[in-house]
């Protein structure tokens, strides 16, 4: 059984759902320990038991350990098996780090899958939907995966009561030398607000507030209101190059105006752009297990505490040693 510290570098719940996800693709058991320290407070949450739960369900895992506030969990997977699944995480928790730890093995068996997941859609610490859609499936369709994601109900905190459908069709993924962006193409951006924040023109003042910041070419541009259980916005952008895609984004929260919201988005995207690198940095981090997996190369600037984390990692799973040298990232089989 591999063992993983839960505390070790940046200690959050990435190193749950890679080690679960790596688990049900290698069939090795894992038991993690001091879970989640870094963090207050510590242990499981209700989103690590959904994806705890979902990833153990797709393989019939013996699991032990998966409550609220754990500080222990140990995964003992079976045979990964196709075919739909539902799962609600009764809060706010993000649907879209559910899809991270579930996607590597839905890809790896290359059987049908159909996923619906109830929680939260938009929230921080998290990628929205828009994230998950433009930026994080595009890279995975540039290795062959076949991922169909559908946004039914936008989740907003408190409540969440967002519903994500992802379907995942059988393919063979390849590795991807991503080496260079290309030229920049355009942007596209996508603001949305809750029905209840329509009179104060939330969404339309968060774009206006991002096209003042950004002044590259927007090649579209949306706003929607929609409905949701809880209030709240989301602005993200979309960098396109001839290579890549790269995002950047930002959730509204009280006592932060929609003129800070679109402005942070716009901020955070010139900051993203403003280097070489082919990924943006939460892209960095999302691809390294389908490096370990599949190998591939990527120009990555600098390698943050999640991406080390997330290498480290993969490294306790597979024969395989990470490097970064002269701005590229490297995965290469021991």
């Known amino acids: 059984m591999i063992e993983i510290d839960g505390s070790y570098l940046e200690g959050g719940g990435q190193v749950i759902r890679t080690s679960i996800a790596l688990s049900a693709v290698t069939g090795k058991a894992v038991k993690i320990f001091n ?11 209700a989103q690590h038991l959904t994806c705890v739960k979902a990833v153990g369900e797709i393989c019939s895992a013996e699991i032990k350990g998966n ?33 991270q730890a579930l ?26 939907y828009e994230y998950f859609e ?17 946004l039914l109900r936008h989740g907003f905190y408190p409540k969440g009561g967002g519903r994500l459908k992802v379907r995942v069709a059988p393919a063979e993924l390849k590795p991807v030398e991503l080496m260079s962006r290309g030229e920049y193409l355009y942007t596209n951006v996508h603001s949305v607000a809750s029905n209840f924040l329509e009179k104060r023109e939330v969404a339309d003042r968060q774009l206006k507030a991002f096209k003042k910041i950004f002044k590259k070419t927007i090649n579209e541009s949306f706003v929607n209101y929609i409905d949701s259980d809880s209030p709240g916005s989301n ?41 070489s690198s082919a990924v943006d940095s ?6 390294v297990p389908y ?39 490297t995965c290469k089989k021991q």
Not at 134 to 150: Q, T, V, W
Not at 248 to 268: D, F, H, I, N, P
Not at 282 to 287: F, G, K, L, R, T
Request: aromatic content about 8%.
């Open 134 to 150: 433009k930026i994080f499936c595009n890279y995975l369709s540039m290795m062959g995966a076949d991922i169909n994601p559908e």
């Open 103 to 128: 996607l590597p093995a839905a890809v790896f068996l290359k059987k049908n899958f159909t996923f619906n997941i109830t929680g939260g859609t938009h929230l921080r610490w998290s990628p929205p």
């Open 291 to 329: 490096l370990a997996l599949y190998g591939g190369k990527i120009a990555i600037d600098e390698i943050s505490m999640h991406t080390k984390t997330n290498m480290w990692v993969c490294e306790q799973f597979l024969p395989v040693k990470f490097k970064h040298e002269n701005g590229v990232l």
């Open 67 to 99: 409550k609220i506030g754990a500080s222990e969990l140990v995964f003992i997977p079976g045979e990964i098996k196709g075919g739909s699944y539902s799962w609600d995480i009764k809060t706010a928790g993000s649907a879209t780090l559910v899809m």
């Open 35 to 45: 879970v989640r320290a870094n963090r207050q407070p510590p242990g499981l949450k």
């Open 235 to 275: 602005i993200h952008a979309c960098a396109c190059y001839e290579n890549c895609r790269i995002g950047a984004e930002e959730v509204g929260e009280l006592r932060k105006t929609a003129e800070q919201v679109g402005k942070s988005c716009a901020e955070k995207l010139i900051k993203e752009t403003s280097g």
């Open 282 to 287: 939460h892209m960095a981090d999302q691809a």
